[in-house]
């Protein structure tokens, strides 16, 4: 048993790797892969992650804000970034720290140009996102006219890729609207790509897109939860490495009467004599209170134990009459052999938000 001492996230950079080899492995060899680092590289660790991708050669990087790509960009990645959600008052600073804006709808596409014209370029990098039916971001199918339009006779920006994003790509019982969206994002590329005179990459899919559209993958796709070990797919999951695993240790234990209470506003009263342990982990380090009172758990030796009682913001508390450790005892609360979907589903969520609430509290180690 390791002596990790304290709440602590680890990282595994070779389930990393394996984990992008298998998603490669479901591409054709041409199709270049954009790997999703926003959030902290899915609440893991953005510059540790992100560097060993460079290593790995990944063809692009992208972030959701131009403050996740600055971070980057300090850490010396010098590989391409696309900023999928880019704000205008950080045009000039994006332009500065060479990173490519995501240009979403008409109101970003005049203030991009502008920034780019006052700051004198000429080709800048620039993404076209077409909104085919998440209605989340993006231009819609008509709006073709009016961005060519604007580009006419602008020197200052070249679109290097086309892309858009689907709605429900894990869902097999939206497999139609998925087919539509799809149809939807190949007229745009052909109107487009015909009058522009030149044709920009294209790029649809996310990890469940890469595993139930192969088909669409065109020249490029973004794979995001995958890489870090979790697919939205029973049988693919079975295949994937959790990269990240959350473990903390057994502060203290307590010996319960029948009947006694356990933490704030008595949220739990044994039933027994039970055997309760003292976490140093709570919501500040993003366990939410919907894990409390007994519908969670975590792995200590091997075996589960209940989060009993409301989760506080520095600590829970776990039953483990029936499980033979002692103080100082590593818990496991997802991870290895202890999935974060499990872990998700049994506070009805999913394990892209379990993954990216692990606060900045909690201490990384890289392995
Ligand atoms: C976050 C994101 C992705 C990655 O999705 P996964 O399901 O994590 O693979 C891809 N594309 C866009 C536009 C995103 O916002």
């Excluded at 980057?72 to 205008?88: E, N």
């Excluded at 870090?228 to 079975?238: A, F, K, L, V």
Aim: hydrophobic letters at 40%.
């Amino acid at each position: 048993m390791s002596n990790i001492g304290e709440t602590t996230l680890a990282i595994n950079l070779s389930a990393l790797e394996h984990n992008i080899n298998f998603i490669k492995s479901k591409l054709n060899s041409t199709t270049k892969f954009l790997a999703v680092v926003k959030a902290f590289a899915y609440g893991s660790d953005m510059v540790a992650v992100a560097k060993k991708l460079e290593s790995l050669h990944v063809d692009y990087f992208a972030v959701a804000y131009v403050k996740e790509g600055v971070l980057l960009r300090d850490a010396g990645i010098k590989s391409p970034i696309l900023v999928l959600h880019p704000q205008a008052i950080n045009f000039e600073e994006l332009i500065n720290r060479c990173l490519e804006p995501s240009l979403y709808s008409p109101r970003i596409l005049k203030n991009f140009l502008k920034t780019a014209q006052e700051k004198g370029q000429t080709n800048y990098p620039v993404h076209l996102k077409f909104n085919t039916g998440l209605n989340r971001l993006g231009f819609c199918e008509n709006d073709t006219d009016y961005i060519l339009e604007q580009l006419k006779d602008r020197a200052e920006v070249k679109i290097l890729s086309i892309f858009s994003h689907l709605a429900a790509s894990e869902d097999k019982e939206e497999h139609e609207f998925s087919l539509q969206q799809i149809k939807i994002f190949k007229k745009i590329n052909t109107v487009l790509s015909n009058k522009l005179g030149y044709s920009p990459m294209r790029h649809m899919l996310n990890t469940s897109g890469i595993i139930n559209y192969p088909e669409a993958q065109f020249e490029m796709v973004r794979s995001g939860i995958g890489m870090y070990g979790y697919s939205n797919h029973i049988e693919i999951d079975t295949q994937l490495k959790p990269v990240a695993t959350l473990k903390t240790i057994i502060s203290q234990i307590h010996k319960i009467e029948p009947n006694e209470s356990v933490g704030y506003n008595r949220g739990y009263i044994s039933n027994g004599y039970r055997i309760i342990a003292t976490l140093p982990i709570g919501h500040a380090d993003g366990i939410s209170r919907q894990h409390g009172n007994g519908k969670s758990f975590v792995s200590v030796k091997g075996k589960k134990a209940p989060i009993i009682g409301n989760v506080c913001m520095d600590m829970v508390m776990i039953d483990i009459t029936d499980i033979d450790c002692k103080e100082g005892d590593e818990v496991i609360i997802f991870g290895k052999n202890f999935s974060a979907e499990d872990f998700a589903n049994t506070a009805n969520t999913i394990s892209y938000e379990i993954l990216t609430s692990i606060s900045q509290r909690v201490k990384r180690t890289i392995q």
